[in-house]
Structures are given as structure tokens and as C-alpha cells.
């Protein structure tokens, strides 16, 4: 027996399970690559910036399954049945002042967080801190590390620096230790650069004239790549870096071995 009537919606099903099978192939490709599509980062600053991404996405989560849901359930459920006019409703108020509030009070909390976690990440460091000044040039990097500002403990009398300077055949490395709070401050002499390390899930543009700064505090070992992330001439691409993270003692007989008089700085 044929049902000729049938054979629109069994299309439509067949339609959105091939929908739903791709869309479950390419989720299911994201989560074997990572979890949450973004590792937790090697700062601590990256892990709170990493759960205010985990907290954004489980937010979007909710609200597009919310939504989703109640489109799928009115197709459903008020899909047209005969030509017999449906009851009609002409708004409520109730309804209205829900579904305005609701995005309301979700783009605050979302505001106010990020806020907190932009001002922990962006907010100058206290006195004694180390300091770590970063030129961008066309087309690489300079790092210059004061001994007299090395942290706590420093000696404010040391006038010896490290400068590590890159260029076209060798990219420069960074040296900071691990489970001390860093502060690089940005600068640029040409043009507009942007300083980005991936495992610090944070990028920040240098701009020539304006002193900008963040605070990272490494939490792991190892060394990690960073780049320039904003096309900034020919030669953009050259402009990558290391940032070698090590232990504390480790750190210190690199310093140690390292640091030299500023007039004999490169």
C-alpha cells in the first residue's frame, strides 16, 4: 500500500539526518584533534582565559540547543494540517520581556567576565616584578632583560642586560623561568606588529608611539613558538620567536652567563 502522502516528510527526515550525520563527523573530527577545540595554555593567565572560553561555549551551547529545539518543536508541532485557519495570537507581554531580558542578562555575564579576566591579563604589574622589553621592526624582534629587574631579589645596582636581537637566519629565543610573573612591554619603531604566542592564548598588538604591556606568569617547561600576527610588509612572515621556559636555577646561570655591560649590549 502507497501513502503518497508521506513522501515529503520522509524526505525532509532523510534531508536532516544527513544534515545531523555531517555535522556529527565534523564534530566528532574537532573533539579527536582537542576536546574544547583550544588547549588550557602553559600561563595561568592562558588557564583563566582558557575557562572563560570553555565558559562562552558551553553558554552557546545551551543557547543555540534552547533555540534549535523550539524552532524544531514549532515546525513540528504547528505545521500546517488543512486549510482551517489556526487560532491567532497577537503577542504577550510576559513572552517579550523574557526573551529581552534573557540575552540582557547573558551579555553582562559574559561582559563582566571577560572584563575581570582582561584586566588580571592587561593590568601593569606590581613593583619588583621582572621586566622583559620587546621591539618589533621590520622584520623580527629584540628582547632586552635588565639584571636589575629580574624580579624579586634583583640587585637594583646591576647595570647588566641581555639583549637578544633576531634576524632573517636565526630566530631569536627568549628566555623567562617558570612560576615567576613576566611583564613584556611592547614597543615597535616602524610599523604595527602584533606579539602572539599561541600556548599563551594571548596576542597583543605593538604599535609604534604607544607603550602597551601584559603580565604572563609559566606555569610549564618547554619551549614555545610566537609569531608576529599582524601583516605588517614583505617580510611578515620571518617574524617568528621562541620563548624557552625554564627552571628557576636554570634560568639563573643562564642569566648569569648571558648578561654583559650595556655598552657591550648587541
Known sequence: ???????????????????????????????????????????????????????????????????????????????KRSDELPPQFHGSTVLEFVWTGIPVVIVLVLFVYSFIVLRDVEHPADAGVMQVDVQGFQFQWQFTQKMSEMGPGSNPNDKRVITTTGTAAKEPTLVIPVGQKVQFNLESN?????????????????????????????????????????????????????????????????????????????
Not at 550525520?21 to 600561563?43: H, I, K, M, W
Not at 593567565?45 to 551551547?61: N, P, R, S
Not at 610566537?226 to 614583505?234: K, P, S, T
Request: proline fraction near 4%; include cysteine.
Open 190 to 266: 616602524d610599523v604595527i606588529h602584533s606579539f602572539y604566542v599561541r600556548d599563551f592564548l594571548y596576542k597583543l598588538d605593538v604599535i609604534p608611539g604607544r607603550h602597551n604591556h601584559f603580565t604572563v606568569t609559566p606555569t610549564k617547561v618547554g619551549t614555545f613558538q610566537g609569531q608576529c600576527a599582524e601583516l605588517c610588509g614583505l617580510n611578515h612572515a620571518l617574524m617568528r620567536f621562541h620563548v624557552q621556559v625554564m627552571s628557576q636555577q636554570d634560568f639563573d646561570k643562564w642569566a648569569a652567563a648571558n648578561a654583559v655591560a650595556p655598552s657591550s649590549a648587541q
Open 1 to 79: 500500500m502507497r501513502f503518497p502522502g508521506m513522501r515529503r516528510p520522509l524526505r525532509r527526515a532523510a534531508t536532516l539526518l544527513v544534515v545531523a550525520l555531517l555535522a556529527l563527523a565534523a564534530f566528532s573530527v574537532a573533539l579527536a584533534y582537542d576536546p574544547t577545540g583550544q588547549n588550557a595554555g602553559v600561563t595561568k593567565e592562558a588557564h583563566k582565559m582558557h575557562d572563560l572560553y570553555l565558559f562562552v561555549l558551553i553558554a552557546a551551547a545551551i543557547v543555540f540547543f534552547v533555540v534549535e529545539g523550539l524552532i524544531i518543536y514549532a515546525a513540528l508541532r504547528y505545521r
